[in-house]
C-alpha cells in the first residue's frame, strides 16, 4: 500500500508516482502483447475500433498512437487491471470497492513524432456522482524530456473544472489562452520504465510531442469507487452486468454516493469521434506544437 508521505502527495498535488509496483516479468509480458497488437496495424489504412492510427500511418509502415479499450482487445491488458499490487495501491485513495471504468488506452509516442495532448481533465470527459475517479499509468518505456513525458499541473484537481469546447461542441482540450489558464507551474514527469502514475480524474495534465528518437508508451487503466456513477450521458448504463463485471476489487452496489461535485458536461458531442486525439483536433488554439514531420 501507498505510505502516508503517497498519500499526501496525492492529495495535495493531485498525482503521486510509484515505482517497482509490478514485476519485471509482468512489464516484460505487457510489452510483448503491446508489440504484438501494434504489429497486427500493418494492412489496415483507417482506424478502427481497437486502434487509433498517427496522420502519418501507412499500411506497409503502421504507427498506432493509441490502442483503445485495451481491456477489450487482449485478456492479458483485463488481468493486469486487477493485479494486487495495483488493488492496494488504490485502496487508500479511493476505498475497498473498485471498478474499472469501460475506457482506459494504450497511449504511443511513436520516435521521431509521437501526437502532443492537449492541456484537459479526465473528469470533462466523465463526471461521476463523486469524484473518486482516478488514472493509473504503467510506463513501457523511461520517460524523459526528449520523448514527450506528462506534464502534470499540481494542486488543479482542487481547482474548478475548465470548459473543453471549441467552436460550439466538445473537444477534449482547454483553450489556455481563452481561459486564462497558468500552466507555467506544471511538473514535466521523468521517471524508468515500471514507474507507474495516479492521478485524479480533476488534474489538468497534457503532453507534447515527442521529436527522440525512442518510442513513449504508457497504459492507462481509469478506475473509479464501485458507488461512484457515470452521469447520464456520459456512459451507457443499459448493461448492468457488464458494468458490474468491471468490479476489480470488492462488490458493487446499487446505492451512488453522491457529492456537490463540479460538472460541465461534454455536449454537445466532439464533432470528431474515436479518441481524444479526434476530439482535439476542434480546438482552434492549441498549445503544444505539430508536425506533418513523417521521417
Known amino acids: ?38 504489429a497486427g496495424a500493418a494492412g489496415i489504412d483507417a482506424h478502427t475500433d481497437a486502434l487509433d492510427l498517427e496522420d502519418s500511418h501507412r499500411a506497409d509502415a503502421p504507427r498506432v498512437r493509441r490502442i483503445k479499450k485495451p481491456h477489450l482487445v487482449h485478456p492479458f491488458y483485463r488481468q493486469l487491471a486487477a493485479h494486487p499490487a495495483i488493488m492496494a495501491a488504490l485502496t ?50 523511461d520517460m524523459d524530456a526528449g520523448n514527450g513525458p506528462i506534464l502534470f499541473l499540481p494542486g488543479s484537481h482542487l481547482g474548478p473544472i475548465y470548459d473543453h469546447h471549441s467552436q460550439g461542441a466538445f473537444c477534449g482540450a482547454i483553450d489556455v489562452a481563452a481561459t486564462g489558464l497558468d500552466v507555467s507551474g506544471a511538473r514535466e514527469i521523468h521517471a524508468p520504465a515500471g514507474t507507474v502514475t495516479i492521478h485524479h480524474a480533476r488534474l489538468v495534465h497534457g503532453s507534447a510531442m515527442n521529436t527522440s528518437k525512442r518510442q513513449r508508451r504508457i497504459l492507462f487503466y481509469e478506475y473509479a469507487a464501485a458507488d461512484a456513477w457515470p452521469l447520464a450521458g456520459v456512459e451507457q448504463l443499459g448493461d448492468l452486468r457488464e458494468f458490474n463485471s468491471r468490479i476489480v476489487q470488492g462488490r458493487p452496489t446499487l446505492h451512488p454516493r453522491l457529492e456537490a461535485v463540479p460538472v460541465r458536461m461534454p455536449l454537445p458531442a466532439a464533432p470528431h469521434q474515436g479518441s481524444i486525439y479526434e476530439n482535439q483536433r476542434n480546438l482552434e488554439t492549441r498549445y503544444f506544437a505539430t508536425s506533418s514531420h513523417s521521417p
Not at 502527495?9 to 497488437?37: C, N
Not at 476505498?95 to 502532443?116: C, D, F, S, T
Open 92 to 141: 487508500p485513495l479511493i476505498g475497498e470497492n473498485i471498478r474499472l471504468r469501460a475506457g482506459g488506452k494504450v497511449n504511443i509516442k511513436a520516435a521521431g513524432y509521437g501526437a502532443p495532448v492537449e492541456w484537459h481533465q479526465d473528469w470533462a470527459f466523465y463526471p461521476h456522482t463523486n469524484q473518486d475517479v482516478l488514472a493509473v499509468g504503467i510506463l513501457l518505456d
Open 1 to 38: 500500500m501507498l505510505g502516508r508521505a503517497q498519500i499526501a502527495q496525492y492529495q495535495e498535488d493531485g498525482y503521486v508516482l510509484v515505482a517497482g509496483l509490478l514485476e519485471p516479468d509482468t512489464l516484460d509480458a505487457l510489452r510483448a502483447v503491446t508489440d504484438e497488437i501494434v
